[in-house]
């Protein structure tokens, strides 16, 4: 089959394409027929470093989040799999590829209704939007600030922030990406790369309720300032390459929760499909900004890194 190879930690260039044994599913587990592969940035960070949630030595194929459908069984599996469209983690590598064997207790049936590619986008940006908006306990009447809002889960954080009747501050860097959060249901949009931004929210808003920070840094620092008394900031990226690191003593003197989602298996599947319910009857829209051949992985990684991207970023392995 073909697949994309990472033969070393670097840059972008270090992704060949290549050849690779169909996988066998051995018990318990599946082989499924990959149509699309997701691409986070923590997968860009891990290529260039080695470093992230998963941990392993190249050579190796990449890629963690797949869709596509169910096209043989290993032993003790339940047969009406069979031929089901299917979104599935796999464990950290090998989603750079046509085919993957994958544990049948992983797979999320994709409902009817909702596109194939639609259902990648959200495997992992729509869990992942879903977890934050619960764990910072957005309510009508919030003032939520989403850092990031055009990219893949900052895309989605607007839309849901919004339907919980907050009012839903975007910040993003450039226009084009300024419009879509505004597309997408934010009220107001301010581009982090202005110097004054942070006093231009303050101004325009007041103190705000809920940070969603996905960016870290000095972006991720300066929201928190903007947080009143009882304010929740929820860090869960960093895209700036670091966490934003707000001492837990400083944000107990200013009055402010540090919160963090549920990560328990039963909440992460639970979270998952609900983002995928609420996209297949039309209240939740995942933004595919961009889609790359399989074999275009690495300009694939070159689009991701150079901060021009919009939403989510998809492998496509028809050839």
């Known amino acids: ?13 270090v992704l060949v394409p290549g ?4 996988p066998v599913p051995g018990p318990g587990q599946v082989l499924v027929d990959v149509a699309y592969a997701n691409i986070t940035f923590v997968e860009t960070q891990f290529r260039a470093t080695g470093l992230g949630p998963f941990r392993a030595e190249p050579p190796l194929i990449p890629g963690n989040g797949v869709g596509g459908t169910v096209s043989a069984l290993g032993p003790d599996v339940d047969p009406q799999l069979l031929g089901r469209r299917v979104v599935t983690g796999t464990g950290g590598s090998g989603g750079y590829a046509e085919r ?10 994709v409902p009817d209704g909702l596109a194939l590619d639609d259902a990648v986008a959200l495997l992992a940006d729509g869990r992942t939007a879903v977890m934050q908006l619960r764990a910072a306990e957005v309510k009508a009447g919030d003032r939520v600030l989403v850092e ?13 922030a919004k339907a919980a009747g907050a009012q839903v501050v975007a910040v993003a860097g450039g226009e084009r990406k300024l419009a879509l959060a505004r ?13 004054a931004w942070a006093q231009l929210v303050h101004q325009e808003v007041g103190p705000l309720d809920v940070v ?5 840094g000095a972006v991720g620092r300066a929201a928190f300032e903007l947080l009143a008394p009882g304010g929740r900031m929820d860090s869960y990226g960093l895209a700036s390459g670091e966490w934003a690191a707000i001492p837990d003593s400083l944000a107990a003197a200013r009055e402010v929760r540090l919160v963090s989602a549920d990560r328990s298996p039963e909440h992460l599947r639970a979270c998952t499909e609900h983002a995928l319910a ?5 209240r939740l829209r995942p933004v595919i900004g961009q889609r790359f051949p399989l074999e275009l992985a690495a300009d694939a990684h070159v689009a991701i890194e150079s901060r021009a991207t919009l939403g989510k970023t998809l492998l496509e392995t028809a050839s």
């Open 19 to 22: 050849e690779a044994p169909d």
């Open 100 to 109: 993957v064997a994958v544990p049948a207790e992983g797979l999320f049936a």
């Open 212 to 216: 969603f920070d996905g960016v870290g």
């Open 148 to 160: 990031a809002a055009a990219g893949g889960v900052g895309s989605l954080l607007v839309q849901l």
């Open 278 to 282: 609420e996209a297949a009857a039309g």
């Open 183 to 195: 597309e997408l249901g934010a009220d107001l949009a301010f581009d982090y790369r202005e110097d």
């Open 1 to 13: 089959m073909r697949a994309v190879w990472l033969k070393q930690f670097g840059d972008p260039s």
